[in-house]
């Protein structure tokens, strides 16, 4: 979907987007963990390929990712989820109606905890919602966050969206990676650059190593280029 038909079917349910902050509806301490330092890209690097080894992942790349324009053009834009729903409620009662349009065999299932609401998806054809990269599932918990959050006087709630666990299968290969950049880091006594992430990438690395003395992490970089890079401490 185009950045502009994105706009304006968000605008049609009632939401704007202009100057909307990617990480705004995350919780401070994640905010906090994403740091802003100013340093020049350092080598060696850790290949992008150790973070995209999902089966379904892979799949997505051979096939056609999901098209968004088309499927909310489906649904009709403009009163798709009522306002005087529970924030969980709109976020079931959207995906439920999109993933209905795309593949009846998607099947939602929505939780709420402390961190916010978190929905698992099912069956159907996982890649197909996941996409390259995970790029298409982050679109889809990006239209969900904003549809549930589109009431104004509501605090914000932090929805994640998550198909078939690939979050969780992303997560732990994401652990993994950042141990062994800090085994390297260690090692060489020099800094170890990470592929570009997402934010949310970034800060599970961040998590990982906040409890190492022996190494500190930090994010660099611009936009699609943002990377955590993983130094050791001087302490040790």
């Not at 950045?3 to 968000?10: P, T």
């Not at 905010?31 to 890209?41: F, G, R, S, Y």
């Not at 350092?42 to 790349?61: E, F, G, K, T, Y």
């Not at 699609?224 to 401490?233: A, E, K, L, N």
Request: no cysteine; proline share 6%.
């Amino acid at each position: 979907m185009a950045e502009r038909d994105l706009d304006r079917y968000l605008e049609g349910i009632g939401i704007d987007v202009d100057g909307e902050d990617a990480d705004a509806h995350l919780p401070d301490d994640a905010a906090a963990a994403d740091l802003e330092p100013a340093v020049a890209p350092p080598r060696p690097s850790v290949d992008r390929d150790d973070l995209d080894a999902d089966p379904d992942d892979r799949r997505a790349q051979g096939e056609d990712e999901i098209d968004f324009e088309a499927a909310l053009a489906g649904l009709g834009v403009g009163g798709v989820v009522p306002h005087d729903l529970h924030p969980h409620e709109r976020a079931e009662t959207f995906l439920v109606q999109l993933l209905l349009y795309l593949d009846p065999t998607y099947v939602v299932e929505v939780d709420v905890d402390d961190d916010g609401i978190h929905v698992d998806v099912h069956g159907g054809e996982p890649g197909r919602l996941i996409g390259r990269g995970g790029r298409t599932l982050a679109a889809l918990e990006f239209l969900t966050n904003a549809v549930v959050n589109k009431v104004e006087d509501e605090e914000p709630v932090r929805v994640s969206v998550d198909v078939g666990g690939y979050k969780k299968r992303r997560d732990e290969r994401l652990r993994q990676v950042a141990q062994r950049a800090a085994a390297r880091a260690r090692k060489s006594g020099m800094p170890v650059e990470l592929e570009p992430m997402s934010a949310a990438e970034r800060r599970i690395v961040h998590v990982e190593l906040a409890d190492d003395p022996t190494v500190e992490s930090e994010s660099a970089g611009e936009g699609r280029d943002r990377r955590v890079v993983i130094y050791p401490s001087e302490a040790v």
